[in-house]
């Protein structure tokens, strides 16, 4: 499975950021997917994950500015993040998971948040 992540980067606080994440290489495609973020001197956390059906899971503190979606079609994972904040600032990991036991990550795509 090969994860290609794009879309971090430098941006002020209020600011907005789209994440995307490309899998491919699963010929049973792609259960859950969706986003980790990991910031410096913590440990890594949950961010979204959204199933194939489109159901979706958010960590409490961006619950109501990020929005994870999907496109089945192409594999992709989105996070789009709104109002951001310098406690977002992370690296934010691609997840994906094939048949509801195997879990992949992405390189991680750094997202910084300036006040």
């Known amino acids: 499975v090969q994860l290609q992540a794009s879309g971090g980067g430098l941006v002020q606080a209020g600011g907005s950021l789209r994440l995307s994440c490309a899998a491919s290489?699963?010929?049973?495609?792609?259960?859950?997917m969706g986003w980790y973020r990991q910031a410096p001197g913590k440990q890594r956390e949950l961010v979204a994950t959204v199933s194939r059906g489109g159901s979706t899971n958010y960590e409490d503190s961006v619950k109501g500015r990020f929005t994870v979606s999907r496109d089945n079609a192409k594999n992709t994972v989105y996070l789009q993040m709104n109002s951001l904040k310098p406690e977002d600032t992370a690296v934010y990991y691609c997840y994906v998971q094939v048949l509801f036991r195997n879990d992949y990550w992405g390189q991680g795509t750094l997202v910084t948040v300036s006040s």
């Open positions: 290489g699963s010929r049973f495609g792609f259960n859950n």
